[in-house]
């Protein structure tokens, strides 16, 4: 049925925002021009803007708004009285019964499609003013789930009316100054997914943390989609390289983390629109809602709806759990990100470290100190101070008035896509969204320091630490012959970095994602039975849950962290070294300690290549293995390259090597580089038969300033000793150069030195290195230097040929 007051949904398009505001033109410009591409969006209709003002006309319902506005600007009463008069004037109001008779018309139509008496569908309030400013603070306005029959569906309509002068939306729209009487509302009245017996959640065509614009993020939780977007659940999160969704052979999921999933919100018995929230079972908390096919099919269609707008967007899916069926029921403009300029990047940097109260999914790259203001109730926010750090359990729009005051934000629930989190990001205030136990660890007035510039996982820390916050300026770049890469610890920090116009990763420590994200020695789960400690087993039973075999859980982690950093930097080289951790290093992983021998040297002990092919460490190797191959050959990140450290002799070289191949990583196949560090004397010394077993040398100036000056790195005692720029070690670095140039293998550096010294990189450049990998809040300056350097060797011989 389609009349002035009604349009089905699929007749309306993103040309009708003032007719049926911006969440319906974008469902039926959806459904007229995506469903031949496959993507699937419920059908329904819409009310609209006419037949909202035809409502509050035939009430006479705006005279006594204009009243109410009035009394309240002139502080005759406050904006709760406010909302509250003016809502109840739509609530008591009538349909005028051309408008009624509309709506039951266009309900009996989807009831008949159905071939039902009566069908379920979502009642949601769409703005006509949702193309302004405003779209950014999305669920302003009211939704009604599982409504059935026609007389609900018309409640529920006349509720999505009064909730366009929620207190929150009467604030807004009075900072803002928008006119009350120019904004009017349509309601999308659209079929039920049964994702309350599946599942639903919340998906953006970018990373919403870094702006980095080749991946897909995808939250997801049990049940109807509520929880997720107002972030009272740890959902999962899925992200998936977009470059590689057309290859049909490769699985390009490049994370998978499984989220606590605590609640669920399903229909409710007793009648329309009832819902009740329940705890999820056992089962369902250690599932994956989505399968990888799934994944992989919500991210092509995040790819064709991106394609179709010509703009990053910000979706919510759901999954029928009757069908089997995957839908898109909403979609709607990314509108942090996607806004950001990549002229510079603000990188911050505590200088300090402090005692770790709670942890959580970091929202931001920011750092903020301050006291705490614990806040359990939305009645409670009068009592918020300004610049204060705002803990509670999660947010919804009622707490933007004082989200917008607060200097960082931190909440017990909620995952990357939760409000809290939307919110944060546009406000540019620092977040820490699912610590699970932030408000009762966190005392109100405690000065606390929140940071979120240390990857995924932010940090609160007890006292007001020191920390600095710097610009990297990105323009007019030179270009260098000499390749320059940057050096990645963790998956974030490859994210993070994403815009900085490297050649590659340098080096990517494989050892970050091993301590930091899998946490448990590799030997630990391929030898489970032998672990005794009680606590270890619990924590390796915890970590590993939904694995039926624990070793799957190591390669899937690491080859999804190797992958990620990899991701950002695709096609261009990204090498990755295998583990380096030393024996007393890897004790200290999860049940660590009963696999490693005691060593009373542990930098010259069982670290790097001889522990590949050790018996202790072996079959760990082998998953480490597995784990490459999974990232190149599977996700197909094949731009990694694989670098072996610490290797001492030519001999032990061919040891890891026939190791790797047997595990499947075969130095040529596939087009597999394997590099190997240059570190030891005698990697220098015998640089012609390193170099006809590998691809490639990079330097770790560190390793090799220490073992050529006999000075342990780390001792305070030596400090004054410890210099890359001693000329021993200058003289055995120019000599490895050239060498290396002479038998045609690529060699560069990883280390610390021209990270820390612009004369080291300008005494590498004038050797000839082919590359150079620095800190990423280096790369900038050490760019500009290298490339003077670069301009002084090519204009002095013209000046020589000249005379």
């Given at each position: 049925?389609?009349?002035?007051?009604?349009?089905?949904?699929?007749?309306?398009?993103?040309?009708?925002v003032?007719?049926?505001g911006?969440?319906?033109?974008?469902?039926?410009?959806?459904?007229?021009s995506?469903?031949r591409?496959?993507?699937?969006?419920?059908?329904?209709?819409?009310?609209?803007?006419?037949?909202?003002?035809?409502?509050?006309?035939?009430?006479?319902?705006e005279?006594?708004?204009?009243?109410?506005?009035?009394?309240?600007?002139?502080?005759r009463?406050?904006?709760?009285?406010?909302?509250?008069?003016?809502?109840?004037?739509?609530l008591?109001?009538?349909?005028?019964d051309?408008?009624?008779?509309a709506?039951r018309?266009?309900?009996?139509?989807?009831?008949?499609e159905?071939?039902?008496?009566?069908?379920?569908v979502?009642?949601?309030?769409?703005?006509?003013?949702?193309?302004?400013?405003?779209?950014?603070?999305?669920?302003?306005?009211e939704?009604f789930?599982?409504?059935?029959?026609?007389?609900?569906?018309?409640?529920?309509?006349?509720?999505?009316?009064?909730?366009?002068?929620?207190?929150?939306?009467?604030?807004?729209?009075?900072?803002?100054?928008?006119?009350?009487?120019?904004?009017?509302?349509?309601?999308?009245?659209?079929l039920?997914?049964?994702?309350?017996?599946?599942?639903?959640?919340?998906?953006?065509s970018?990373?919403?943390e870094?702006?980095?614009?080749?991946?897909?993020?995808?939250?997801?939780?049990?049940?109807?989609?509520?929880?997720?977007?107002?972030?009272?659940?740890?959902?999962?999160?899925?992200?998936?390289?977009?470059?590689?969704?057309?290859?049909?052979?490769?699985?390009?999921?490049?994370?998978?983390?499984?989220?606590?999933?605590?609640?669920?919100?399903?229909y409710?018995?007793?009648?329309?629109?009832?819902?009740k929230?329940v705890r999820?079972?056992?089962?369902?908390?250690?599932?994956?809602?989505?399968?990888?096919?799934?994944?992989?099919?919500?991210?092509?269609w995040?790819?064709?709806?991106?394609?179709?707008?010509?703009?990053p967007?910000d979706?919510?899916?759901?999954?029928?759990?009757?069908?089997?069926?995957l839908?898109?029921?909403q979609?709607?403009?990314?509108?942090?990100?996607?806004?950001?300029?990549?002229?510079?990047?603000?990188a911050?940097?505590?200088?300090?470290?402090?005692?770790?109260l709670?942890?959580?999914?970091a929202?931001?790259?920011?750092?903020?100190?301050?006291?705490?203001?614990?806040?359990?109730?939305?009645?409670?926010?009068?009592?918020?101070?300004?610049?204060?750090?705002?803990?509670?359990?999660?947010?919804?729009?009622?707490w933007?008035?004082?989200?917008k005051?607060?200097?960082?934000?931190?909440?017990?629930?909620?995952?990357?896509?939760?409000?809290?989190?939307?919110?944060?990001?546009?406000l540019?205030?620092?977040?820490?969204?699912?610590?699970?136990?932030?408000t009762?660890?966190?005392?109100?007035?405690?000065?606390?320091?929140?940071?979120?510039?240390?990857?995924?996982?932010?940090?609160?820390?007890?006292?007001r630490?020191?920390?600095?916050?710097?610009?990297?300026?990105?323009?007019d770049?030179?270009?260098?012959?000499?390749?320059?890469?940057?050096?990645?610890?963790?998956?974030?920090?490859?994210?993070?970095?994403?815009?900085?116009?490297?050649?590659?990763?340098?080096?990517?420590?494989?050892?970050?994602?091993?301590?930091?994200?899998i946490?448990?020695?590799?030997?630990?789960?391929?030898h489970?039975?032998?672990?005794?400690?009680?606590?270890?087993?619990?924590?390796?039973?915890?970590?590993?849950?939904?694995?039926?075999?624990?070793?799957?859980?190591f390669?899937?982690?690491?080859?999804?962290?190797?992958?990620?950093?990899?991701?950002p930097?695709?096609?261009?080289?990204v090498?990755?070294?295998?583990?380096?951790?030393?024996?007393?290093?890897?004790?200290?992983?999860?049940?660590?300690a009963?696999?490693?021998p005691?060593?009373?040297?542990p930098?010259?002990?069982?670290?790097?290549?001889s522990?590949?092919?050790?018996?202790?460490?072996?079959?760990?190797?082998?998953l480490?293995?597995?784990?490459?191959?999974?990232?190149?050959?599977?996700?197909?990140?094949?731009?990694?390259?694989?670098?072996v450290?610490?290797c001492?002799?030519?001999?032990?070289?061919?040891?890891?090597?026939?190791?790797?191949?047997?595990?499947g990583?075969?130095?040529?196949?596939?087009?597999?580089?394997?590099?190997?560090?240059?570190?030891?004397?005698?990697?220098v010394?015998?640089?012609?038969?390193?170099a006809?077993?590998?691809?490639?040398?990079?330097?770790?100036?560190?390793?090799?300033?220490?073992?050529?000056?006999?000075?342990?790195?780390?001792?305070?005692?030596?400090?004054?000793?410890?210099?890359e720029?001693?000329?021993?070690?200058?003289?055995?670095?120019?000599?490895v150069?050239?060498?290396?140039?002479?038998?045609?293998?690529?060699?560069?550096?990883?280390?610390?030195?021209?990270?820390?010294?612009?004369?080291?990189?300008?005494?590498?450049?004038g050797?000839?290195?082919?590359?150079?990998?620095?800190?990423?809040?280096?790369?900038?300056?050490?760019?500009?230097?290298?490339?003077?350097?670069?301009?002084?060797?090519?204009?002095?011989?013209?000046?020589?040929?000249?005379?």
């Amino acid at each position: 049925m389609t009349n002035e007051f009604v349009l089905p949904l699929q007749e309306a398009s993103s040309s009708d925002v003032a007719k049926v505001g911006g969440k319906n033109a974008s469902l039926g410009e959806m459904i007229r021009s995506l469903a031949r591409r496959g993507v699937r969006v419920p059908g329904g209709f819409a009310t609209t803007a006419a037949a909202y003002r035809a409502y509050v006309a035939e009430n006479g319902i705006e005279a006594g708004i204009r009243g109410e506005l009035d009394a309240y600007k002139a502080g005759r009463q406050t904006l709760h009285e406010t909302g509250q008069a003016v809502r109840r004037m739509f609530l008591d109001g009538a349909f005028p019964d051309p408008i009624a008779a509309a709506i039951r018309g266009a309900y009996a139509d989807l009831c008949r499609e159905a071939k039902r008496d009566a069908v379920a569908v979502a009642v949601r309030s769409s703005a006509t003013a949702e193309d302004l400013p405003e779209a950014s603070f999305a669920g302003q306005q009211e939704t009604f789930l599982n409504v059935r029959g026609e007389g609900d569906v018309l409640d529920a309509c006349r509720r999505c009316y009064a909730s366009l002068f929620t207190d929150r939306a009467i604030s807004y729209r009075e900072t803002k100054g928008f006119d009350h009487m120019q904004v009017a509302l349509s309601v999308g009245v659209q079929l039920m997914v049964r994702s309350d017996i599946a599942g639903s959640g919340v998906m953006f065509s970018l990373d919403t943390e870094t702006g980095f614009p080749r991946a897909v993020v995808i939250s997801g939780a049990w049940g109807l989609g509520e929880t997720v977007v107002q972030g009272t659940v740890n959902p999962d999160k899925y992200v998936v390289f977009k470059p590689l969704l057309d290859r049909p052979e490769l699985t390009p999921i490049i994370e998978k983390t499984l989220g606590e999933k605590a609640i669920k919100l399903i229909y409710a018995e007793g009648g329309s629109g009832r819902t009740k929230q329940v705890r999820t079972r056992v089962a369902e908390r250690r599932s994956f809602v989505l399968s990888d096919a799934e994944i992989l099919q919500l991210a092509r269609w995040a790819v064709e709806i991106e394609q179709h707008y010509g703009r990053p967007m910000d979706m919510e899916w759901a999954k029928d759990g009757e069908t089997g069926e995957l839908a898109i029921v909403q979609a709607r403009p990314e509108t942090v990100q996607a806004l950001k300029h990549g002229d510079a990047i603000k990188a911050c940097r505590l200088k300090e470290k402090g005692t770790l109260l709670v942890s959580g999914a970091a929202i931001g790259e920011a750092i903020a100190a301050g006291e705490v203001c614990v806040i359990r109730d939305v009645e409670e926010i009068d009592r918020f101070r300004p610049g204060s750090i705002l803990v509670t359990e999660a947010t919804d729009p009622d707490w933007v008035p004082i989200m917008k005051s607060a200097a960082g934000i931190i909440t017990d629930h909620g995952g990357t896509t939760s409000h809290a989190a939307i919110v944060s990001r546009e406000l540019g205030v620092p977040a820490i969204v699912g610590t699970r136990t932030g408000t009762a660890t966190l005392q109100d007035g405690q000065a606390v320091t929140l940071s979120c510039a240390e990857g995924d996982e932010g940090h609160v820390y007890e006292g007001r630490l020191a920390f600095e916050e710097v610009e990297i300026d990105l323009r007019d770049l030179p270009h260098t012959q000499t390749q320059m890469m940057v050096n990645i610890a963790s998956p974030a920090a490859a994210f993070r970095w994403w815009r900085l116009p490297a050649a590659g990763i340098g080096l990517a420590r494989m050892e970050f994602i091993i301590n930091n994200v899998i946490k448990i020695h590799p030997m630990a789960l391929v030898h489970f039975e032998k672990v005794e400690d009680e606590a270890a087993r619990r924590t390796i039973t915890e970590l590993t849950r939904g694995y039926s075999d624990k070793t799957d859980y190591f390669v899937d982690t690491l080859a999804r962290g190797v992958a990620k950093i990899a991701a950002p930097s695709h096609p261009d080289p990204v090498i990755v070294r295998m583990s380096d951790f030393k024996s007393n290093e890897y004790a200290h992983l999860v049940g660590g300690a009963g696999f490693e021998p005691q060593e009373e040297n542990p930098m010259l002990g069982l670290r790097g290549a001889s522990r590949y092919y050790s018996p202790r460490y072996r079959e760990g190797f082998a998953l480490e293995c597995r784990a490459i191959r999974k990232a190149r050959e599977e996700i197909g990140l094949d731009n990694v390259i694989v670098m072996v450290p610490f290797c001492r002799t030519p001999k032990e070289a061919d040891q890891v090597l026939a190791v790797m191949a047997e595990n499947g990583l075969k130095r040529g196949e596939n087009g597999l580089q394997v590099y190997v560090m240059c570190e030891i004397p005698s990697n220098v010394v015998l640089a012609e038969e390193f170099a006809a077993r590998f691809d490639g040398f990079s330097i770790g100036s560190n390793d090799l300033t220490q073992l050529l000056l006999g000075v342990d790195r780390d001792s305070a005692e030596l400090a004054p000793l410890f210099d890359e720029r001693d000329e021993t070690v200058k003289r055995m670095i120019a000599d490895v150069i050239r060498r290396a140039r002479a038998t045609g293998t690529k060699i560069g550096i990883c280390g610390q030195a021209p990270s820390d010294h612009a004369d080291f990189a300008a005494f590498l450049v004038g050797e000839g290195i082919d590359s150079i990998s620095l800190n990423p809040d280096s790369f900038v300056a050490t760019v500009r230097t290298v490339a003077e350097v670069e301009a002084r060797r090519t204009a002095v011989p013209r000046q020589a040929g000249m005379r």
